[in-house]
């Protein structure tokens, strides 16, 4: 039975606690509600970004239809100019005036048409574009913000886990880690009295008795999966 200074032993439930908090700011980072819906965004962002690329295709798109509309356009103005010629000249008979002038009105209302579908479509696209950049913006601060105190806090707390480490015996930091690596996370449980804390293990009044009767540098563990159980009383 490996043996330590009592003192050394509880060193051990405050380097639990860290490793502890280390594992919950890891697990925050991937896991919990505030980084799925931060995962959820930077999804939201990959979509605007191939929205971004739709749109700019969709907008390239809108430009040769413009470009047909203008062609168009001035196709029409040309007509109109030539039936208002031949209307003003007199070359046409009186009795062609009125459907000259029915189709002066109609290639007008067309050019109109057309014109405005040409603008309406560069103005909705250059505005869904933009709409796009800043929600993509937006969406990578916020991600980049969590991630950097997610981070931050988690360098603070290694640092404090390197120095306490730095104070516990060799030895006994080894056994810790090797429970530690063996149990997925859990090293060390503080006992105050027949009350455990610090982890899901139980232990009965046997093994209670057990530990009782330990001497008090004797590093003692649970019978059921070795962890270090640290005795807090007296």
Known sequence: MTSAPLAQQRLLIDLARLDADLARLSHERHDLPV????????????RNRRDAAAAGAALDEARERAARCEQDVAQVTRRAQVLRERLHSGAAPARDLPAIQGEIDQ?????????????EALEDLAAQEAGIRAEGRE??????????????ERSRVQRS?????????????????????ATGGLGA??????????????????????????????VVHAEDNDVIVV????
């Open 35 to 46: 980084l799925c819906r931060i995962e959820a965004t930077v999804e939201r962002l990959r």
């Open 107 to 119: 290639l007008g209302r067309r050019q109109g048409v057309l014109e405005d579908a040409q603008l």
């Open 139 to 152: 969406m990578t601060a916020e991600r980049d913000a969590a991630f950097e105190r997610l981070d931050a």
């Open 161 to 181: 886990r390197d120095d306490l480490a730095a104070r516990i015996d060799a030895d006994l930091l080894a056994e810790y880690e090797r429970v530690r690596a």
């Open 189 to 218: 449980v503080a006992l105050y009295g027949s009350r455990l804390e610090g982890g899901t293990v139980e232990i009965g009044p046997q093994e209670l008795a057990r530990i009782a009767a330990a001497p008090l540098d004797a």
């Open 231 to 234: 005795r807090m009383e007296p």
